[in-house]
């Protein structure tokens, strides 16, 4: 059974900083292309970061220069480092897991940004 369990999400000023976690379970890890995506109050989920199992990452613009997406192998875990959040980058953020029979999702967590 493949688990993805997220943590690490919580309230936050603007400005401040949040490490989300994933744990993978269920899953040949290093193997795997992980994700994290965040949906937004009357949004559609997109993409945040993305990191092969080569260890080549991918951003999207909004967070460039901001975000830092990392991996550990021995311990099953993708990690998302927030900096400089902003008010917009309020949502719920989804661990993703890209694997050759499918993608699987964690629950999300919650960040909130205030102003």
């Known amino acids: 059974q493949v688990r993805l369990v997220e943590s690490g999400g919580g309230l936050v000023q603007a400005g401040g900083s949040l490490r989300l976690s994933c744990a993978a379970s269920?899953?040949?890890?290093?193997?795997?292309?992980m994700g994290w995506y965040r949906r937004a109050p009357g949004k559609q989920r997109e993409l945040v970061a993305r990191?092969?199992?080569?260890?080549?990452?991918n951003y999207a613009d909004s967070v460039k220069g901001r975000f830092t997406i990392s991996r550990d192998n021995a311990k099953n875990t993708v990690y998302l480092q927030s900096n400089s959040l902003k008010p917009e980058d309020t949502a719920v953020y989804y661990c993703?897991?890209?694997?050759?029979?499918?993608?699987?999702w964690g629950q999300g967590t919650q960040v909130t940004v205030s102003s």
């Open positions: 993703n897991a890209d694997t050759v029979v499918g993608g699987y």
């Open positions: 269920g899953i040949i890890f290093r193997l795997n292309a």
């Open positions: 990191i092969t199992s080569g260890g080549s990452t």
